[in-house]
């Protein structure tokens, strides 16, 4: 027998002989009515772990992680209101159940067997992925299990605040909210949760707003690691900035008053709050996991005669709201309805085709108010008059983000010295002036917690900005987008999203400095990425127009964008010879914009160099000095680079004998690998490629020796071309 039969057939055996635990007595402001809502959705909870144990032997279910020794999550739920979003732990299941009872119209034991089954009639994921979550209850769905959810959680809480001052189009959360995350105690030791907790104490700490609460379900072990007792009250007990709160998560009575005083702590203060929950495991971690592989019989049965639903059936019992054998007929009543709705459920249909599954990776297009009409003049003041002459791409950049920002309050940016400062490198100066401190954040210095911002505050309505100071250092936080931004329209179905434009200053050509730290020409990891767009300007002008079709995409596509400014562009004036300005551009008109996927195509030679950023620039270089040998050169500037623009770049070599794809990123799993493939496959031309080494970047004056050079370039079209 399993341990879940084992559990079950106990539960059953001591509630009819009235064998129950003994504890405290019931006590708090606990309702008779919440408290009866409570335990039904604990039992509840209870019939579909055993029911997807049953589902998964018979092949018709795929998932096992149960929430069975949980159920006090149930309490949680009741203790707040069904408006405050809630990033939930996995096994979070009572939670979601007796939040569905505060909420009409609700199904939450079928939609959760759908969830089990995978039908693609699943309402919050459409079978994609077994996860709790539901769009009319304010749970965004969460697949992490190492609590990557907690930086987007301290980002959600800070918006709440930053929408009284400024509330965008399209808000979900009053004023009064607060947001509820949920962890184990294991989860808390890892990084990302150790640098939200950090983060939320930074910010509470300085007076701003924060109201969150986070949640630990200490139920000592991970998997099968335990956790040292005391641990958890030792380190967050005393933690700055956040205070702590501790329940008996076996008294659904004492856990409903401790969160009750823990929520009206936070919306009465607007500070975060911990929320320590002692839980116990039963079943062991999920359905293949044997706990008695690596804890003694003794510990499991001794953990399973702690059972919380039978400290329930006390507790109802002597606060004279249940008489025990009504609550055993309201469990077995709750295991048949769960076997009855499970047979149905193994009927419905599921995805099947490669168009089903990828449905839901792009996000639903919405309508937005129209922009503002902001005073330019004033907004600019001198500036204004800086635009008649041609300017870098720094320049150009930091007045499309001031034109963007005065046209869409809900625009927010945030980042390591963007604000007072202006950036390491000048971009956001006067965008704090402008535009107040409020919209242009000042974070610490955390990449984690960054876009962590950046993804809550999108799922409140507003479109972020969030920037990443040096390419490199996005690798410090890289799943923030891979596996929470980019995969939360996915896993919900399109209801859930938090669009936003990523600045990244990035790849390599800087003179000099900071080695291969500050200069990383790798974008593999954003490539990699389904639904993400990834954009690299080569120019002041265009990075302004681009910028704005970045924008657009978040605002009005819900997209996922990362805009990487190549370093090296910034300052650059001068194309061939010092003070000939030949890099530099005027300022567009606001209303023009590059549309995703239109590319740049200068020159009409029959010798095409494919290339994007500082390649754009050595091929204008290497440009002259070709056609003066005999090769009339055409320079084609990808621009998107995720998603590849296929056809238009097809078009753009049309006609072409010969093409150069260059590079600026590393031969191995660098942007000339697609591009190679895909002029393979659509075009008859002689195609080579020129690279950089696969190899970090260096200080000092070998700080290019890697990367492409413009005799590089030159040799390599001589080369392909056959001309000498």
Known sequence: MDRAAIVHEAFRGRVASGDLPQGRAPGGPLMAELAVQAFRAGCLTRALDRQSRVMSRAGQGFYTIGSSGHEAMAAVALALLPGDMAFLHYRDAAFQIARAGQVPG????????????????????????KVLGSRALMIPPQTSTIASHLPKAVGAAYSIGAARRHRPEHALMADDALVMCSFGDASANHSTAQGAFNTAGWTAYQGIPLPLMFVCEDNGIGISTKTPRGWIEAGFRARPGIKYFQADGLDIYDTFRVAAEAADYIRTRRKPA????????????????????????????????????LHSVRLLAEAGVMAVPEALEVYNQAMARVARLAAEVVTRPRLSTAEGVMASILPPKRANRPTNGSDRDAVFGSDIKQMAEPQPMSRLINWALTDLMAAHPELVMMGEDIGRKGGVYGVTQKLQARFGADRMID???????????????????FVPLPEIQFLAYLHNAEDQIRGEAA?????????????????????????????HFHNDNSLAVLRDIPGVILAVPSNGADAAMMLRECVRLAREEQRVVAFVEPIALYPMRDLHADKDGLWMRHYPEPSRLIPLGQVGSTGSGDCAIVTFGNGVYLANQAKAELEAAGVPIRIIDTRWLSPLPKEALTEAVAGCSHILVLDETRH??????????????????????????DSFIATGPAYA????????????????????
């Open 274 to 309: 911990f929320l320590h929950l002692r839980t116990i495991r039963l079943y062991g971690h999920a359905g293949a996991d044997i706990p008695t592989t690596y804890l003694s019989r003794e510990e499991v049965e001794a953990e399973e005669a702690q059972d919380p639903l």
């Open 443 to 461: 974070t610490l210095l955390d990449e984690q917690a960054i876009l962590g911002l950046a993804i809550g505050m999108a799922q409140n309505g």
């Open 106 to 129: 609700q199904t939450p034991a079928w939609d959760m067997l759908l969830s089990f089954a995978s039908s693609s009639e699943d309402p919050i994921s459409g079978g994609r992925h």
């Open 487 to 515: 995969t939360l329209p996915f896993f919900s179905n399109g209801q859930f999203t938090n669009p936003m434009v990523l600045r990244i200053a990035g790849l390599g050509y800087q003179k000099g400095f900071g080695g």
């Open 668 to 693: 191995s799993g660098g942007v000339a690998e697609a591009l190679m493939a895909h002029f393979h496959e659509t075009s008859g031309a002689k195609l080579a490629r020129l690279t950089a080494k």
């Open 705 to 724: 020796a890697t990367m492409p050079g413009k005799a590089d370039v030159v040799a390599a079209v001589l080369n392909l071309t056959g001309a000498k």
